[in-house]
């Protein structure tokens, strides 16, 4: 084999190596719901940061919507007032679509240290729920151990997305 026969199959090889990595990753929009106080708190701000960082770190394309409040937990499949960022996703060509709901204790309440973060994992095309599960978030957690929290989450949402 020839040198520039040689050095066109290591080009080759490069490429079709660059190229492999991107072709596998997904594209991700994640939107933040904080039900319960009224009053933003910091934790929505290092759930949405872990989550994108951690998805980011494992080559995905993410993307957010802005936070949205609403008095109180909603159960439902994709929340009414959240609709339309799910639409813009699909409409957008996002992959998946990701939901972290924030219910927080009620103010003063004695024994409501925690606050509960529902996630929920929605393939846009063909539409499905891949994954729902739900975090405790201690309120004296270090600014470090909830952004760890969320990062971790993220991963295990990426399992399920099957770039995990």
Same mark, same amino acid.
């Given at each position: 084999?020839?040198? *520039? @026969? *040689? =050095? ?7 490429? /079709? %190596?660059?190229?492999? $990595?991107?072709?596998? @990753? ?7 719901i904080e039900t319960g ?8 701000? %290092? ?14 394309? *993410?993307? $957010?919507?802005? @936070?949205?409040?609403?008095?109180? %937990?909603?159960?439902?499949? !994709?929340?009414?007032?959240?609709? $339309? ?5 699909? =409409? ?31 393939? !846009? ?18 600014? /470090?151990?909830? !952004? ?6 993220? =991963?295990?949402?990426? =399992? ?5």
């Amino acid at each position: 084999m020839s040198t *520039v @026969a *040689v =050095r066109v199959s290591l080009i080759f090889l490069y490429f /079709l %190596f660059i190229t492999a $990595n991107y072709v596998s @990753a997904a594209t991700v929009s994640i939107l933040i719901i904080e039900t319960g106080q009224s009053d933003k708190t910091e934790i929505a701000g %290092f759930w949405e940061t872990g989550m994108m960082d951690a998805l980011f770190e494992m080559g995905h394309i *993410v993307s $957010n919507a802005p @936070a949205v409040q609403i008095p109180k %937990f909603d159960d439902k499949e !994709i929340p009414l007032k959240t609709q $339309n960022d799910f639409e813009e996703a699909e =409409r957008s060509d996002v992959d998946y679509f990701i939901i972290a709901q924030l219910d927080y204790p009620e103010a003063g309440k004695q024994g409501t240290e925690k606050a509960l973060v529902a996630l929920k994992l929605y393939k !846009i095309r063909p539409y499905g729920v891949l994954y729902t599960g739900k975090y405790e978030v201690d309120a004296g957690n270090t600014p /470090l151990d909830k !952004i760890s929290k969320a990062k971790d989450a993220a =991963r295990l949402l990426a =399992r399920y997305m099957g770039n995990g």
